[in-house]
């Protein structure tokens, strides 16, 4: 069975980290791009960040740039993200997902995981 599971979401105050981890179980991340994705209660997914399958290439959302850093250890067959400088406009459930390039379009990835709750709050 093919599965996405984030963790390491969680409660932090504004201006402090996360590191969030997608680990790939029943298949090898080695051929995917993975992209992180984010939606806060009565908005759309949006991309955060994604990942080639090399990790050659990433790219940012502008509202993160400069204080999210997307990872790969395909060894471990895991994707990371390192969330710095948190804000209360970062809260939302993130997941990742796993296509062969990245896009930036939700509807385009085939594999999701079920979602990890980081919440930026005083």
């Known amino acids: 069975q093919l599965q996405l599971v984030e963790s390491g979401g969680g409660l932090v105050q504004p201006g402090g980290s996360l590191r969030l981890s997608c680990a790939a179980s029943?298949?090898?991340?080695?051929?995917?791009?993975i992209g992180w994705f984010r939606q806060a209660p009565g908005k759309e997914r949006e991309g955060v960040s994604c990942?080639?399958?090399?990790?050659?290439?990433?790219n940012y959302a502008d509202s993160v740039k400069g204080r999210f850093t997307i990872s790969r250890d395909n060894a471990k067959n895991t994707v990371y993200l390192q969330m710095n400088s948190l804000k209360p406009e970062d809260t939302a459930i993130y997941y990742c997902?796993?296509?062969?390039?990245?896009?930036?379009?939700?509807?385009?990835?085939?594999?999701w995981g079920q979602g990890t709750q980081v919440t930026v709050s005083s």
């Open positions: 029943g298949f090898t991340l080695d051929y995917y791009a």
């Open positions: 990942i080639s399958s090399s990790g050659g290439s990433t």
């Open positions: 997902a796993a296509r062969t390039v990245c896009s930036v379009w939700p509807s385009s990835y085939g594999y």
